[in-house]
């Protein structure tokens, strides 16, 4: 591919232009995230071709902001009729680390013109010693999942521990590390870095990660092409397994069956075997008694719900990367606010970032509670009236069944208000709901108790701090 310099300038200026229209319409975290790492690499019978460092990303980028691309592209240079994203690393440096005994082998230096998306695979004595092994098998891996962009806390800092262990140790230094907690925690976030971190640390090791989902429909292929021999090889010729989710293979007994000998060849051999799920191995229904008790053999780490402080930390990291400005009184906000899990903690701060780039607004608290009213809305209702009496009670060291007597002497009547103005301010029932729930009491006197507690909020500032010690530890 010869180009002309006049016809490289105009498709370099071309290319930026596109650049900056993507960036404005997808706004900057988008961009810094997966646009900005695009590279022109030519532009050869109307066929423009990038080229991205990861099959994650080229496979992103395709299904997420392909069309627009090209739509740009053309309004930009009408003869272009086609974008052809390729990734720069081999098929051993994407998937396995293992067989190649060495990765990226960049292709594309001199232009795409030899080969289209294919390309990325072609054959080369790398890929070729990979056959064996299909490299299929492991699940692309984020590579915005990273340990130094995991925020460690208490509740992950066991787990957090333990993965770097996995990723530096030259040995197995337990097997298997089991990680477990609840939805949206980081699991996959430290399995992928795990996997990244080895595969850049030890090219020369197999691993291969994938979900318990993809290793049961890969077992049914399997039987189905009676062809389990290969199956069975594969997965233990790696030296490490890494399995996501494996609360999945529940009460599939086949392929719970395949993979506990599968599990047990590897340990035997003195493989790494590194598992995630939603519960520990005690806890997991429609796992056999055997397979839990060898799964909890090794180190079992939980990653427990986040709390306040781990919820700042993780959003003005976040924040920080995304180069987003955001007053700490936002992040605060958030931070108390939005306690399910990590997920939606982040959805909350793209979206307003989004919101911000998109109306050229700045945030500020009124914006966050508009542009997030439905999160906060839910996160909300995750307290409830029954939470917010038994803590109250703890608190203020009187009976749970207080909350519901009749009794009005001021030591149990000052606490049940308190109960009451926080039910008001953190759930979404009503005052007659409210009222119900405090022993059947009229919706008035939740209103006298929520005017009360504010009036004495102002006045005695020990009492204020106490309501509002009560109400972060409530929400999280
Ligand atoms: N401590 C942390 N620091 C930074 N980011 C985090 C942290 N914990 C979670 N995240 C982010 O939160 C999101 C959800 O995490 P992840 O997908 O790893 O959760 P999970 O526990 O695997 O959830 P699921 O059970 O739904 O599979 C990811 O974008 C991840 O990067």
């Known amino acids: ?34 646009l900005k790492p695009l590279t022109f690499k030519g532009f050869h019978n109307g066929v423009v071709h990038l080229l991205v460092p990861t099959r994650f990303m080229q496979n992103w980028i395709e299904s997420q902001y392909g069309d627009r691309l090209l739509e740009l592209w053309r309004s930009e240079n009408p003869s272009v009729t ?39 695979a072609a054959p080369s004595a790398n890929t070729d010693a990979l056959n064996s092994f299909d490299a299929g098998l492991c699940a692309p891996l984020d ?16 787990a957090f521990a333990a993965a770097r262990r996995v990723a530096e140790a030259d040995n197995v230094p337990f097997n298997p590390l089991f990680l477990f907690g609840g939805v949206g925690l980081g699991k996959t976030h430290l399995m992928h870095a795990i996997a990244a971190q080895l595969r850049e640390s030890a090219p020369e090791k ?24 290969a199956f069975k090889e594969q997965f233990r010729s790696v030296d490490v397994l890494m399995i996501d989710d494996v609360q999945f ?17 590897l340990v035997d051999q003195n493989r790494q075997v590194v598992i995630s799920a939603d519960k520990s191995p005690a806890e997991l229904e429609g796992i056999e008694d055997r397979m839990k008790s060898r799964l909890g053999w090794g180190l079992v780490a939980e990653i427990h719900s986040t709390t306040y402080e781990l ?58 509670q508009e542009v997030l009213h439905d999160l906060l809305r839910a996160n909300d209702r995750r307290v409830t009236i029954e939470e917010i009496q038994k803590r109250v009670a703890e608190h203020f060291n009187v009976k749970l069944s207080e909350m519901h007597s009749a009794r009005r002497s001021r030591g149990i009547a000052r606490p049940r208000q308190v109960a009451m103005y926080l039910s008001k301010q953190l759930t979404a029932r009503s005052l007659p709901e ?31 701090e106490d309501v509002e010690l009560l109400r972060r530890m409530l929400e999280g």
């Open 1 to 34: 591919m010869n180009l002309g310099g006049a016809m490289e300038q105009r498709l370099s200026a071309q290319w930026a232009r596109v650049r900056a229209r993507m960036r404005s319409e997808f706004g900057e975290t988008a961009f810094q995230s997966w």
């Open 82 to 120: 086609a974008i052809d994203v390729v990734h720069s690393a081999t098929s051993s440096a994407s998937h396995s680390a293992g067989h190649s005994g060495g990765h990226s082998a960049t292709h594309g230096a001199s232009g795409f013109s030899a080969h289209g998306r294919d390309g990325a």
């Open 143 to 158: 590579p915005r999942f990273r340990f130094d962009n995991f925020i460690v806390g208490k509740p992950n800092e066991l």
């Open 206 to 229: 197999r691993v291969l990660y994938l979900s318990a989902e993809k290793f049961m429909y890969q077992f049914i292929r399997a039987l189905r092409y009676k062809d389990t021999m």
């Open 249 to 265: 293979i529940a009460g599939k007994d086949n392929t719970q069956e395949e993979f506990f000998h599968t599990f047990n060849a």
């Open 311 to 368: 919820r700042l930390g993780i959003l003005q990291s976040k924040a920080e990367q995304m180069s987003a400005d955001i007053p700490p009184k936002v992040l605060e906000f958030l931070a108390h606010k939005i306690t399910s899990n990590v997920r939606e903690l982040e959805g909350a701060l793209n979206r307003l970032v989004a919101y911000a780039n998109l109306v050229g607004r700045s945030i500020t608290l009124e914006t966050a």
């Open 434 to 464: 409210i009222g119900r729930k405090f022993g059947g009491r009229d919706h008035t006197t939740v209103m006298h108790a929520v005017r009360k507690v504010d009036e004495l909020k102002q006045s005695d500032s020990s009492f204020a």
